[in-house]
């Protein structure tokens, strides 16, 4: 089993930056793909930025703003978000499986084995 812990969320203003942590622990060996999702209520959860030990993807709303990356040697998953806007307000949540991430599929929450509870981003105007 895997567990993982974000931390990292809070209140900030538009334009403002927050670095969300990701900790793995337990069978890592089950965490190649590492992805961030969020979620607003009554949508779906999107797929945000993912990272295996070969690649990264970024969402298109986020690219050139949020950036995704991996320490390997502590097991942790970071998301830098900078430029932040009211709309990125939402529940973030840290995500795992053991096969590599793809970038026809990085986005879809069904084929992520390990979840987070989540930490919550509130962007103000």
């Known amino acids: 089993q895997v567990q993982l812990v974000e931390s990292g969320g809070g209140s900030v203003q538009a334009g403002g930056s927050l670095r969300l942590s990701c900790a793995a622990s337990?069978?890592?060996?089950?965490?190649?793909?590492m992805a961030w999702f969020r979620q607003t209520p009554g949508k779906e959860r999107e797929g945000v930025a993912a990272?295996?030990?070969?690649?990264?993807y970024h969402a298109d709303f986020v690219k050139g703003r949020f950036t995704v990356s991996r320490d390997n040697a502590k097991n942790t998953l970071y998301l830098q978000m900078n430029s932040l806007k009211p709309e990125d307000t939402a529940v973030y949540y840290c995500?795992?499986?053991?096969?590599?991430?793809?970038?026809?599929?990085?986005?879809?929450?069904?084929?992520?084995?390990?979840w987070g509870q989540g930490t919550q981003v509130t962007v103000s105007s």
């Open positions: 990272t295996d030990h070969m690649s990264t």
């Open positions: 337990g069978y890592t060996s089950s965490t190649t793909c």
């Open positions: 995500a795992a499986r053991g096969a590599f991430c793809r970038v026809t599929n990085y986005g879809n929450a069904k084929i992520f084995d390990y």
